[in-house]
């Protein structure tokens, strides 16, 4: 196995291993590797659905999709889904579409958001179509002290209303006022579950609100965290090969992925693992 870090920041490289093939001692190595550096990019891999998840399964028990995501299931990996523009039939195979997904922690509107992210690009796109990933514990290290004073002890409220690909949800009503979105509330300032070292959790922007504050107020404080974790010193933007499977931290990064030309495929396999509680 060789590793190499991708940014000062954040993401570690790994070749020469097949994940299938790997023993307690070498996931050990690995697990460690994720946890310090927060992303993960393993080269070469051939998957099947069910070896995807049966490689997902060993940072923790899977989180199911979000319920709009569950009726794209592979019947042999039924906790995988799709992330993908392809249309078959008239239909989308996958989430996300060709546009902009902006920045987000994967589902940090529940009260538990998943620990690990595990996405496999199958077919990938070389126009666009790149994944950007931010280290908060580094962005929050880094933070000049008048701007975290601010945030310390801080709430902040998750919207569920809207994908990170900016759609309406089923079932969701368009929100008028943050302070009644729905979804759900975390610290600003959030330790890991199994370092304990501290992170900002700042969600995604749209809609987001700092619990308690007037509007105007936390409008004017998210803007300016989101303009300081969004840093470029805080990333790694991620150019995918055909293969390429990465591993996140949801607890310690946020990512957003560059709109791609629809008329191109792009077809990636998704599983996601609950935070231990
Ligand atoms: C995700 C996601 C980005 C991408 O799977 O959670 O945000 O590059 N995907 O497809
Ligand atoms: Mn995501």
Request: hydrophobic share 40%.
């Amino acid at each position: 196995m060789k590793t190499r870090n991708l940014t000062p920041a954040t993401g570690s490289e790994i070749t020469g291993i097949d994940v299938r093939a790997l023993d307690d001692a070498g996931f050990a190595e690995i697990e460690a590797l994720w946890l310090q550096r927060c992303l993960i990019v393993i080269r070469d891999q051939h998957l099947t659905p069910a070896e995807l998840c049966t490689f997902s399964r060993r940072f923790g028990e899977l989180e199911p999709p979000p319920a709009s995501e569950a009726r794209r299931r592979d019947e042999e990996a039924p906790e995988m889904w799709v992330i993908s523009n392809v249309v078959e039939n008239g239909k989308a195979i996958g989430a996300l579409g060709s546009g902009e997904a902006e920045w987000h922690t994967d589902m940090s509107y529940i009260p538990a958001p998943p620990s690990a992210s595990v996405l496999y690009g199958r077919e990938v796109v070389t126009n666009g179509g790149r994944t950007w990933f931010g280290n908060m514990m580094a962005a929050l290290d880094a933070m000049p002290a008048r701007l975290r004073e601010r945030l310390e002890g801080k709430t902040i409220n998750h919207d569920s209303s809207y994908t990170s690909a900016g759609d309406l949800r089923k079932g969701m009503q368009p929100v008028t006022d943050v302070t009644v979105a729905p979804g759900a509330r975390h610290p600003a300032i959030r330790p890991h579950s199994v370092t304990a070292r501290e992170a900002l959790f700042t969600g995604r922007r749209t809609n987001g609100w700092i619990v308690g504050m007037d509007v105007a107020e936390s409008e004017e404080l998210l803007d300016q965290i989101w303009a300081w974790c969004t840093r470029e010193e805080f990333l790694y933007v991620h150019e995918w090969r055909a293969n390429d499977l990465l591993v996140w931290d949801n607890r310690s990064t946020i990512h957003r992925r560059e709109a791609f030309d629809a008329s191109a495929r792009r077809v990636m396999w998704r599983c996601q693992v609950r935070d231990v509680t």
